[in-house]
């Protein structure tokens, strides 16, 4: 397997990247291919899946079902018309962990740097597991030094490799959804801006000030189904949520999110999702797929949206 640290996205990385991309979920998986020459959407598709065959987690198996999986998927691959191996794709965001950390310097040295990094990473991970695999990004240097940490197992990388190597596919980038999010922003517009990204298991959080990112939340969450919780009563933790981290950035950051970008990654009852935000939130809401130029539908849009930003 293919160094972590090689593979997740930088900002994330200077390669250039492969024009297939996945994003597996516990709900859905999708994919696109896009032009060599435009880097527009030629094809796409949208699987959604029973509960249960993806179990996303940091520390375990990932893919309970994978013959079944295979079955799903292999019926949507040519749908993609792919031309070559290389693919890249969006690991859950319950599989990961990412951190923003500051400091007031760094050691030169990497092997230093990273000695650094990882003891910053092991307070947030007491139990770090022997196989995890970090890579880190310098995002921004002034007066301090902030650094986004981005933390996997080799084995939950491994296990997502090896299903897409079923398919002849080689992965060549791991990323983030919510990250990914970030390079569907004017940036030059958009400058401190908080990106609200739901999945139906989990609640991430980013925040961009001066258009460098400082910070970044996840909340898990067991899905509105799973436990009769209300889309309003759903939508209030989730404002809470979201005011919690604004006050948080306020206090230590000493900025103002000017900006709220919201994506809803449900496959059904997503407009009673957003509905609800919108009422119960005292700021305004803008939604990410109306950043989109692609000549997609507003749900493909809204779905393949972490897609767009992945290889885009």
């Avoid at 799903?72 to 993609?80: H, P, Y």
């Avoid at 939950?156 to 970030?182: A, C, H, W």
């Avoid at 436990?227 to 309003?232: A, F, R, V």
């Amino acid at each position: 397997m293919a160094a972590f640290l090689e593979k997740i996205r930088k900002y994330f990385t200077q390669q250039p990247l492969p024009r297939t991309a996945f994003q597996l979920t516990s709900r859905y998986v999708s994919g696109i291919h896009v032009s060599a020459k435009d880097g527009r959407v030629t094809h796409h598709f949208i699987l959604p899946l029973e509960r249960g065959i993806i179990q996303p987690s940091f520390d375990k198996s990932n893919i309970k079902k994978p013959a079944l999986l295979e079955g799903r998927i292999k019926r949507e691959m040519g749908k993609l018309r792919i031309s070559n191996q290389k693919a890249a794709f969006l690991l859950p965001e319950l599989s990961l962990k990412a951190f923003v950390f500051s400091f007031n310097s760094l050691p030169a040295s990497r092997r230093d740097r990273e000695r650094v990094i990882r003891f910053r990473v092991k307070k947030q991970i007491p139990l770090l597991p022997d196989d995890a695999r970090f890579s880190f990004d310098v995002i921004r240097t002034n007066a301090m030094m902030k650094i986004l940490v981005a933390v996997a197992k080799s084995s939950v990388i491994k296990e997502y490799e090896d299903f897409f190597s079923r398919f002849n596919l080689r992965v060549r980038t791991v990323g983030v959804p919510t990250l990914s999010l970030q390079s569907l922003l004017n940036t030059q517009k958009e400058k401190d801006v908080l990106l609200i990204n739901i999945e139906e298991d989990s609640l991430s959080l980013v925040a961009a000030l001066n258009s460098e990112i400082a910070l970044y939340r996840l909340k898990p969450f067991l899905s509105g189904i799973q436990t009769n919780i209300s889309p309003d009563q759903m939508a209030e933790n989730i404002v809470k949520e979201v005011e919690n981290t604004v006050h948080f950035i306020e206090d230590k950051e000493e900025r103002k999110i000017q900006s709220f970008w919201l994506r809803v990654g449900f496959l059904d009852g997503e407009e009673e999702m957003i509905s609800s935000l919108q009422k119960k939130a005292s700021f305004p809401i803008t939604r990410i797929e109306s950043s989109l130029t692609e000549k997609l539908g507003l749900r493909e849009k809204k779905i393949l949206s972490p897609l767009i930003g992945q290889i885009q």
